[in-house]
């Protein structure tokens, strides 16, 4: 990719570094992308990758878990991380001028966690408490329990924060392992958006990374097998309904995924008129919130719309949705109302471009999936070529897969 914006660097053992210089910014973000989660778990290791996450910042052969947090902090700066099914991304911001200080307590995290017993009984609990908290939750659980029922019989149906038996059984020694077998140069990516030199930065990152041996595990993820589809309610004794639609899509490499993402703005994005808000709540009062996402992972993805209403509602806003996307999957467009519904998607776009720590996270994160920086410019090109007839068919595909519908209430 040609882009002076960035540059992508390689270390000495293969490690590759996105790098943004941003000569006008006073914070520095650097992080590592790792392309390991929940779903590279062993049956009887559930939580493990998010647990890891958690305990990283623990102790490492010369550092305690106080002096770990407080090396960014002390500065004003911050020291953080989260899992996904598929990923973990370990990240700071700072002050700019800080760029050799967050290197290398990032490297000696990789490098050099130690996981100390007596620090993760601890911690242990505190992911207990994240477990519990969740499961009081409705609207969130709902999307992890939908996803057991889409995903059954695979390595992405399980919750990523495991249970509570599943975490109670985890060591030292096998947070220690899945480390040495995921967090290695040739399984992550470094990113860095930073005001500094771009050669003392990579410089920085060759002292600090460069040592750390390449190979470790290969991936062995087994596609989901095909849903027939569901219609199931679980009753908790609430006082609204939590419902998710959830359609299987294709990974995060289709070349339909621009069309796909088009299509789920329009219906349910973050905006007030996004068409399902306008038909649930606006016309009808039927909803407090309608949302719809499309998360895209290495060999298959999912749409979900999730509203909450009053129990008795559920069908109704479930029929309107429905019409909804047979309405989309049985009409094109016509050009002007087309182009307002691209135009609105690249100006969100480049509205959210502005947030500089997203902006360099997912610079990481598409350098690990595609090889390459694809950024918001890229992406708004991509917007502005989804045809009429690909918008369509999307809708097409996603109104003739199998009713798959989780109610909480």
């Known amino acids: 990719m040609n882009n002076p914006k960035y540059r992508i660097a390689r270390l000495s053992n293969g490690m590759k570094v996105a790098l943004r210089h941003s000569p006008d910014s006073m914070v520095s973000y650097i992080g590592v992308a790792v392309n390991a989660g929940s779903r590279d778990e062993s049956p009887d290791h559930h939580g493990l990758a ?26 004003g700066g911050e020291l953080n991380a989260y899992t996904s099914k598929e990923e973990t991304v370990i990240y700071t911001n700072a002050p700019a ?22 620090e993760l009984e601890k911690e242990r609990e505190v992911v207990i408490e994240e477990i519990n908290s969740y499961l009081d939750s409705p609207a969130d659980s709902v999307y992890d329990e939908l996803e057991e029922l889409i995903f059954a019989d695979s390595g992405l149906a399980h919750n990523i924060l495991g249970s509570k038996e599943s975490v109670r059984k985890l060591t030292s020694s096998d947070c220690r392992a899945f480390l040495d077998a995921w967090y290695v140069p040739s ?18 990152m060759e002292r600090y990374f460069g040592s750390l041996r390449f190979e470790g595990e290969r991936h062995n993820r087994i596609a989901p097998p095909p849903c027939g589809g569901f219609d199931e309610v679980r009753d908790r004794q609430g006082h609204q309904a939590h419902t998710i639609l959830a359609y299987r899509l294709f990974g995060r490499k289709d070349p339909r995924r621009f069309a796909a993402f088009l299509l789920n703005n329009y219906l349910g994005g973050p905006c007030m008129n ?80 502005d947030h500089r720590e997203s902006t360099a996270m997912s610079m990481g994160k598409s350098l690990l999936y595609y090889d390459s920086i694809h950024d918001i410019s890229r ?17 097409e595909l996603i109104a003739a897969a199998p009713l798959c519908r989780l109610t909480l209430r």
Not at 60 to 75: F, Y
Not at 108 to 118: G, L
Not at 286 to 301: E, F, K, P
Request: charged share 25%; aromatic share 6%; net charge neutral.
């Open 50 to 75: 998010h647990f890891v996450e958690h305990t990283i910042f623990k102790g490492t052969s010369s550092r305690r878990s106080w002096h770990i947090s407080n090396r960014m902090e002390s500065i």
């Open 187 to 204: 399984n992550m990516t470094a990113y860095i958006s930073d005001p500094g030199d771009p050669d003392k930065l990579i410089s920085l």
């Open 97 to 118: 001028g800080n760029a050799a200080r967050a290197i290398e307590l990032l490297a000696d995290i990789v490098a050099n966690s130690r996981f100390p017993e007596s």
């Open 274 to 353: 996004s068409r399902l808000n306008q038909e649930l709540r606006e016309k009808r009062g039927l909803v407090y919130t309608v949302d719809s996402s499309v998360g895209l992972l290495s060999d298959t993805g999912l749409m979900q719309i999730y509203f909450g209403c009053d129990p008795d509602g559920s069908d109704r806003c479930i029929r309107i949705i429905r019409k909804e996307l047979e309405r989309l999957a049985s009409t094109t467009l016509s050009d002007k109302a087309f182009e307002a519904i691209r135009t609105q998607y690249c100006g969100q776009l480049l509205v959210s471009s």
């Open 379 to 395: 992406m708004t090109e991509h917007i502005r070529n989804v045809s009429k007839d690909e918008f369509r068919q999307i809708a």
